[in-house]
Antibody, heavy 119, light 110 residues
Protein backbone atom coordinates (compact mmCIF):
# COMPACT_ATOMS: atom_id res chain seq x y z
CA UNK A 1 0.00 0.00 0.00
CA UNK A 2 1.30 3.43 -0.96
CA UNK A 3 1.56 5.45 2.24
CA UNK A 4 2.97 8.69 3.64
CA UNK A 5 3.11 9.23 7.40
CA UNK A 6 4.05 12.58 8.88
CA UNK A 7 5.40 13.11 12.39
CA UNK A 8 7.13 15.72 14.50
CA UNK A 9 4.36 18.24 14.98
CA UNK A 10 3.71 19.94 18.30
CA UNK A 11 3.59 23.18 20.23
CA UNK A 12 6.46 25.62 19.78
CA UNK A 13 7.00 29.22 20.84
CA UNK A 14 7.29 32.05 18.30
CA UNK A 15 10.87 32.25 17.06
CA UNK A 16 11.44 28.59 17.75
CA UNK A 17 12.27 25.67 15.48
CA UNK A 18 10.70 22.34 14.63
CA UNK A 19 11.57 19.49 12.27
CA UNK A 20 8.85 17.48 10.59
CA UNK A 21 9.39 14.05 9.09
CA UNK A 22 7.49 12.08 6.48
CA UNK A 23 8.01 8.32 6.10
CA UNK A 24 7.19 6.91 2.67
CA UNK A 25 6.34 3.31 1.87
CA UNK A 26 4.78 1.22 -0.89
CA UNK A 27 6.48 2.98 -3.80
CA UNK A 28 9.96 3.76 -5.11
CA UNK A 29 10.77 6.93 -3.18
CA UNK A 30 13.69 7.89 -5.42
CA UNK A 31 11.41 8.04 -8.48
CA UNK A 32 9.49 11.01 -7.13
CA UNK A 33 9.67 14.69 -6.30
CA UNK A 34 8.12 15.38 -2.89
CA UNK A 35 6.22 18.39 -1.52
CA UNK A 36 4.95 19.92 1.69
CA UNK A 37 1.53 21.59 1.84
CA UNK A 38 -0.05 23.23 4.88
CA UNK A 39 -3.53 24.21 5.99
CA UNK A 40 -4.12 26.79 8.72
CA UNK A 41 -7.15 26.20 10.96
CA UNK A 42 -10.33 26.82 9.00
CA UNK A 43 -8.37 27.96 5.95
CA UNK A 44 -7.43 26.62 2.53
CA UNK A 45 -4.44 24.69 1.29
CA UNK A 46 -1.11 26.47 0.87
CA UNK A 47 1.79 24.99 -1.07
CA UNK A 48 4.97 25.20 1.04
CA UNK A 49 7.66 23.77 -1.22
CA UNK A 50 9.09 20.83 -3.15
CA UNK A 51 12.30 18.89 -3.55
CA UNK A 52 13.39 17.12 -6.72
CA UNK A 53 14.72 13.59 -6.88
CA UNK A 54 18.01 13.91 -8.73
CA UNK A 55 20.71 12.47 -6.46
CA UNK A 56 23.57 14.89 -5.69
CA UNK A 57 21.61 17.61 -7.50
CA UNK A 58 18.52 18.01 -5.38
CA UNK A 59 16.70 21.25 -6.09
CA UNK A 60 14.31 22.88 -3.66
CA UNK A 61 11.70 25.57 -4.22
CA UNK A 62 9.62 27.38 -1.63
CA UNK A 63 6.61 29.63 -1.28
CA UNK A 64 7.52 33.25 -0.63
CA UNK A 65 5.91 33.03 2.82
CA UNK A 66 8.49 30.49 4.06
CA UNK A 67 11.55 31.22 1.88
CA UNK A 68 14.64 31.63 4.04
CA UNK A 69 13.01 30.11 7.13
CA UNK A 70 12.02 26.59 6.00
CA UNK A 71 14.27 23.93 4.47
CA UNK A 72 13.14 20.76 2.73
CA UNK A 73 15.47 17.77 2.60
CA UNK A 74 15.25 14.05 1.94
CA UNK A 75 17.09 10.87 2.94
CA UNK A 76 16.54 8.41 0.11
CA UNK A 77 18.00 5.32 1.85
CA UNK A 78 15.52 5.95 4.70
CA UNK A 79 12.61 6.76 2.33
CA UNK A 80 12.11 9.93 4.33
CA UNK A 81 11.27 13.57 3.68
CA UNK A 82 11.92 16.39 6.13
CA UNK A 83 10.83 19.97 6.74
CA UNK A 84 13.07 22.05 8.98
CA UNK A 85 11.16 25.09 10.20
CA UNK A 86 13.05 27.96 11.84
CA UNK A 87 12.03 31.41 13.07
CA UNK A 88 8.47 30.18 13.43
CA UNK A 89 5.63 32.68 13.50
CA UNK A 90 2.09 32.36 14.83
CA UNK A 91 0.86 32.36 11.22
CA UNK A 92 2.78 29.13 10.60
CA UNK A 93 0.22 27.32 12.79
CA UNK A 94 -1.29 24.67 10.52
CA UNK A 95 -1.66 21.02 9.64
CA UNK A 96 1.35 20.09 7.53
CA UNK A 97 0.93 17.45 4.83
CA UNK A 98 3.62 15.74 2.82
CA UNK A 99 2.63 14.71 -0.69
CA UNK A 100 4.06 12.74 -3.57
CA UNK A 101 4.66 14.95 -6.59
CA UNK A 102 4.01 13.63 -10.10
CA UNK A 103 5.47 16.86 -11.58
CA UNK A 104 2.00 18.14 -12.49
CA UNK A 105 -0.05 17.26 -9.43
CA UNK A 106 0.15 15.80 -5.92
CA UNK A 107 -1.14 12.26 -6.22
CA UNK A 108 -0.58 10.78 -2.75
CA UNK A 109 -1.02 12.62 0.55
CA UNK A 110 -0.26 11.82 4.15
CA UNK A 111 -2.76 12.43 6.94
CA UNK A 112 -0.85 15.43 8.24
CA UNK A 113 0.80 16.56 11.45
CA UNK A 114 -0.28 19.59 13.47
CA UNK A 115 2.06 22.46 14.28
CA UNK A 116 0.98 25.12 16.76
CA UNK A 117 3.08 28.24 17.22
CA UNK A 118 2.04 30.03 20.38
CA UNK A 119 3.49 31.54 23.53
CA UNK B 1 2.03 34.25 -5.92
CA UNK B 2 -1.68 34.95 -5.26
CA UNK B 3 -4.16 32.17 -4.63
CA UNK B 4 -6.41 31.15 -7.50
CA UNK B 5 -9.99 32.42 -7.14
CA UNK B 6 -12.82 29.97 -6.48
CA UNK B 7 -16.41 30.63 -5.38
CA UNK B 8 -16.77 30.03 -1.61
CA UNK B 9 -19.69 27.67 -2.04
CA UNK B 10 -21.72 25.66 -4.53
CA UNK B 11 -24.67 23.33 -4.13
CA UNK B 12 -26.97 20.95 -5.93
CA UNK B 13 -29.56 18.28 -5.32
CA UNK B 14 -28.74 14.59 -5.61
CA UNK B 15 -28.47 13.62 -9.26
CA UNK B 16 -27.88 17.18 -10.44
CA UNK B 17 -24.61 18.68 -11.67
CA UNK B 18 -22.46 21.34 -10.06
CA UNK B 19 -19.60 23.25 -11.69
CA UNK B 20 -16.83 25.01 -9.79
CA UNK B 21 -14.66 27.66 -11.42
CA UNK B 22 -11.00 28.40 -10.73
CA UNK B 23 -9.65 31.68 -12.06
CA UNK B 24 -5.98 32.52 -12.29
CA UNK B 25 -3.73 34.39 -14.68
CA UNK B 26 -1.67 33.74 -17.77
CA UNK B 27 1.25 32.95 -15.42
CA UNK B 28 -0.48 29.93 -13.92
CA UNK B 29 -3.82 28.50 -15.10
CA UNK B 30 -3.64 30.10 -18.53
CA UNK B 31 0.01 29.35 -19.09
CA UNK B 32 0.13 25.62 -18.44
CA UNK B 33 -2.12 22.57 -18.81
CA UNK B 34 -1.20 21.55 -15.28
CA UNK B 35 -4.40 22.26 -13.39
CA UNK B 36 -5.42 19.72 -10.78
CA UNK B 37 -8.40 19.38 -8.43
CA UNK B 38 -8.51 17.99 -4.89
CA UNK B 39 -11.41 16.82 -2.73
CA UNK B 40 -11.16 17.20 1.04
CA UNK B 41 -13.67 15.88 3.53
CA UNK B 42 -13.67 17.45 7.04
CA UNK B 43 -10.69 16.36 9.08
CA UNK B 44 -9.25 14.32 6.21
CA UNK B 45 -6.33 14.68 3.84
CA UNK B 46 -6.94 16.01 0.33
CA UNK B 47 -7.49 13.50 -2.48
CA UNK B 48 -6.48 14.06 -6.10
CA UNK B 49 -9.55 14.01 -8.36
CA UNK B 50 -8.36 15.57 -11.64
CA UNK B 51 -4.87 16.24 -13.00
CA UNK B 52 -3.52 17.93 -16.13
CA UNK B 53 -6.88 19.71 -16.58
CA UNK B 54 -8.95 16.72 -17.72
CA UNK B 55 -7.37 13.44 -16.56
CA UNK B 56 -8.83 11.25 -13.80
CA UNK B 57 -6.62 9.09 -11.57
CA UNK B 58 -7.54 5.46 -11.23
CA UNK B 59 -10.45 5.03 -8.84
CA UNK B 60 -12.03 8.44 -9.36
CA UNK B 61 -15.61 8.14 -10.69
CA UNK B 62 -16.23 9.42 -14.21
CA UNK B 63 -18.85 11.76 -12.71
CA UNK B 64 -15.91 14.09 -12.11
CA UNK B 65 -14.61 16.01 -15.13
CA UNK B 66 -12.35 18.97 -15.72
CA UNK B 67 -11.91 21.62 -18.39
CA UNK B 68 -10.13 24.90 -19.03
CA UNK B 69 -10.68 28.01 -21.09
CA UNK B 70 -8.12 30.78 -21.00
CA UNK B 71 -7.25 31.65 -17.41
CA UNK B 72 -10.23 29.78 -15.91
CA UNK B 73 -10.45 26.08 -15.14
CA UNK B 74 -13.59 24.24 -14.09
CA UNK B 75 -14.54 21.08 -12.26
CA UNK B 76 -17.93 19.53 -12.95
CA UNK B 77 -19.50 16.91 -10.73
CA UNK B 78 -22.38 15.19 -12.50
CA UNK B 79 -24.99 13.00 -10.83
CA UNK B 80 -24.27 14.47 -7.41
CA UNK B 81 -24.15 12.00 -4.56
CA UNK B 82 -24.16 12.58 -0.82
CA UNK B 83 -20.50 11.55 -0.54
CA UNK B 84 -19.52 14.36 -2.93
CA UNK B 85 -20.23 16.89 -0.18
CA UNK B 86 -16.76 18.22 0.61
CA UNK B 87 -14.34 21.08 0.03
CA UNK B 88 -12.74 21.24 -3.41
CA UNK B 89 -9.47 22.97 -4.25
CA UNK B 90 -7.92 23.66 -7.61
CA UNK B 91 -4.18 23.97 -8.09
CA UNK B 92 -1.94 25.05 -10.93
CA UNK B 93 1.73 24.98 -11.79
CA UNK B 94 2.89 28.60 -11.66
CA UNK B 95 6.31 28.39 -13.27
CA UNK B 96 9.80 28.18 -11.74
CA UNK B 97 8.89 24.99 -9.86
CA UNK B 98 6.12 26.71 -7.90
CA UNK B 99 2.54 25.64 -7.38
CA UNK B 100 -0.47 27.65 -6.26
CA UNK B 101 -3.78 26.49 -4.79
CA UNK B 102 -7.24 27.94 -5.13
CA UNK B 103 -9.20 29.51 -2.30
CA UNK B 104 -11.46 26.46 -2.00
CA UNK B 105 -15.15 25.76 -2.62
CA UNK B 106 -17.50 24.09 -0.18
CA UNK B 107 -19.92 21.84 -2.08
CA UNK B 108 -23.22 21.06 -0.39
CA UNK B 109 -25.58 18.31 -1.54
CA UNK B 110 -29.06 19.57 -0.75
Amino acid sequence: EVQLVESGGGLVQPGGSLRLSCAASGFTFTDHYMDWVRQAPGKGLEWVGRITNTPRRYTTNYAASVEGRFTISRDDPKNSLYLQMNSLKTEDTAVYYCARDSHTSLDVWGKGTTVTVSS
Amino acid sequence: QSALTQPPSASGSPGQSVTISCTGTSSDVGGYNYVSWYQQHPGKAPRLMIYEVTKRPSGVPDRFSGSKSGNTASLTVSGLQAEDEADYYCSSYAGRNNFVFGTGTEVTVL
